[in-house]
């Protein structure tokens, strides 16, 4: 063979190699995993437990999207963790999520926030929980006791101090007060440390589940639906009457009408339209998967999904909540 030949030969091969390289960086362009935190709440709320379910079904069934569920102090933290771009996707009640966008209440000092609406998942409950034989009946009965109003910069606590205002008590002066987390404060009530606590979330919730069903204790839930008329008249149409039926809560004596709200995920406005649409397509379509970790996983819809958000919708919640109809 020539030395020209085997010179043309060489090169061509270089030439064919690079080719093939030119040919693969695209592809592997696309395929770039991306990562998403999902911030939740406390281990002892269903924030967290949901939460590490939507991770699992992301990331097994959105192609190169690999979700991460994040212990938080739960849904106002939650809200300036999207802003700093510290958290892609958030659980959120209703009012966090409107205060948020609004700049107005617990976010004056950050501003306006870009939040859009996923999903409304499930009833945010207002609980006020305490044990038998501790002289408190009515929410008025919380004054001079040891209450925890929730982890500082929750959703619970911003609550909490809601009702505090519309019932002209002082939090700091009227009650001895303390700032923990939902299964801190159901420990704590255990414990006799406390005489009531706050949280906000699902049911049932696991901590409070897991209070009740303790041999010993019989909790009682304390019925706040008094509080509906005046709240909507300071806060807006964000709440609504729901009741807790003694079967949610071993050692519950009777049925408790309390104050609700909905739970949202939410994220930030910039999220990508085609990540946001396979998010909500996997909640939804794959929503069986949820069971073994939220026993009414199945109550959501996409039906149900679009009631109840105080804040516009995510483009690509829009895009697939269309396709089915229910926008």
């Known amino acids: 063979m020539s030395s020209e030949k085997m010179k043309y030969e060489f090169l061509a091969s270089i030439l064919a190699v690079f080719f093939l390289l030119s040919l693969s960086l695209p592809a592997r362009a696309q395929i770039e995993t991306v990562r998403l935190s999902i911030a939740t709440g406390g281990t002892g709320g269903i924030f967290y437990v949901l939460g590490g379910g939507f991770a699992s079904i992301i990331s097994k069934h959105v192609p190169h999207v690999e979700a991460t569920a994040e212990v938080t102090a739960a849904a106002v933290d939650n809200c300036k963790l999207i802003m700093a771009h510290k958290a892609d996707l958030?659980?959120?009640?209703?009012?966090?999520?409107?205060?948020?966008?609004?700049g107005t209440e617990k976010f004056k000092s950050v501003g306006k926030i870009p939040l859009r609406t996923l999903a409304t998942l499930?009833?945010?409950?207002?609980?006020?929980?305490?044990?038998?034989?501790?002289?408190?009946?009515?929410?008025?009965?919380?004054?001079?006791?040891?209450?925890s109003l929730g982890a500082p910069g929750s959703g619970s606590e911003a609550w909490a101090l809601k009702v505090f205002?519309?019932?002209?008590?002082?939090?700091v002066k009227d009650i001895r007060r303390e700032r923990l987390s939902v299964a801190e404060s159901a420990g704590a009530l255990k414990d006799r440390k406390i005489d009531a606590f706050f949280w906000?979330?699902?049911i049932p919730t696991s901590a409070v589940l897991d209070l009740a069903a303790t041999p010993g204790v019989k909790i009682k839930l304390v019925a706040n639906d008094e509080l509906l008329e005046p709240m909507h008249k300071k806060y807006g149409p964000i709440y609504y009457r729901l009741v807790v039926?003694?079967?949610?809560?071993?050692g519950m004596a009777q049925d408790v009408?309390?104050?609700?709200?909905?739970?949202?995920?939410?994220?930030?406005?910039?999220?990508?339209?085609?990540?946001?649409?396979?998010i909500v397509k996997?909640?939804?379509e794959h929503r069986g998967d949820l069971r073994a970790v939220y026993k009414d996983a199945e109550k959501m819809s996409p039906e149900t999904a679009v009631i109840g958000s105080p804040i516009a919708f995510h483009p690509g919640a829009i895009r697939y909540y269309k396709e089915k109809k229910v926008m």
């Open 200 to 202: 906000g979330g699902g």
């Open 282 to 284: 996997v909640i939804f």
């Open 245 to 250: 039926t003694k079967e949610t809560y071993p």
């Open 90 to 102: 958030a659980f959120v009640m209703a009012e966090n999520a409107y205060e948020g966008f609004s």
């Open 122 to 147: 499930y009833p945010a409950v207002l609980h006020i929980v305490t044990m038998e034989g501790r002289d408190i009946e009515k929410v008025k009965d919380l004054k001079g006791k040891r209450v």
């Open 257 to 278: 009408p309390v104050v609700a709200q909905a739970n949202m995920l939410v994220c930030h406005e910039k999220l990508a339209e085609e990540v946001a649409y396979e």
């Open 165 to 171: 205002e519309i019932l002209g008590l002082d939090p």
